[in-house]
């Protein structure tokens, strides 16, 4: 068990379709750290290049992850926490992201293959097409035991991954919240109001 410090930012990283997006999301609302999405942080010619099916080179990755490793630097300058995802492939981009040599702890979000298959090809909304995964899985570099980083199998309910992330790096944190999602109405999309009581006839007056 890696027993980590404040201030600190954690890293989610893995291959595409590993569920860096949801688990962050999560881990960061149990904690209430910052939460930053690393693809947000990419340029414009890296997306048209993934978009299209071209797999990234270094040099179009390092300026991706130097505005990463910025990032990570301004939280801890200010003594903020935070999470940020980035699939952080290889041992060489985990050095940016982790230049100053602390403060940051990676999270390998672990994934066996043909679930990482099922979900690429069934996500949508993503920038990234199934076809870059091989490319990803090729690149991927595990991280090992001199780096500060733990590996988390990232099984389908994310509930359970953050919670195992929480307990293997000894973090407290808000317990999750499960509600209910309320029933909606098929023909309007609204929750349905509840029916109103009707109150009991009054007894008419004879003469």
Not at 104 to 129: C, D, K, Q, S, W
Not at 158 to 171: E, H, N, P, S
Not at 191 to 205: D, G, N, V
Request: proline share 7%; with cysteine; hydrophobic share 40%.
């Amino acid at each position: 068990m890696s027993m980590i410090t404040t201030p600190v930012v954690l890293v989610i990283m893995g291959v595409s379709g590993s569920g860096k997006s949801t688990v962050g999301g999560l881990l960061a609302e149990r904690l209430g750290w910052v939460f930053e999405e690393g693809d947000s942080l990419h340029p414009a010619s890296n997306v048209e290049k993934m978009a299209a099916g071209i797999p990234l080179t270094d040099e179009d990755r390092w300026p991706w992850l130097a505005k990463i490793a910025d990032w990570i630097d301004n939280r801890l300058d200010t003594g903020e926490n935070g999470i940020v995802t980035c699939s952080a492939l290889k041992r060489s981009y985990r050095n940016v992201l982790n230049r100053r040599g602390s403060g940051v702890e990676f999270v390998y979000l672990a994934v066996g293959i043909a679930e990482l298959t099922e979900r690429v090809e069934h996500r949508e909304g993503h920038f990234m097409p199934p076809s870059l995964l091989d490319s990803q899985l090729s690149t991927l570099e595990v991280p090992t035991g001199s780096e500060p980083a733990i590996q988390v199998d990232a099984g389908p309910d994310a509930r359970l991954v953050v919670d195992r992330i929480l307990r293997d790096l000894g973090l407290a944190a808000k317990p999750a919240q499960l509600t209910k999602p309320a029933k909606t109405s098929a023909r309007t999309g609204a929750a349905p109001k509840s029916p109103r009581k009707r109150r009991p006839a009054s007894p008419r007056q004879t003469r």
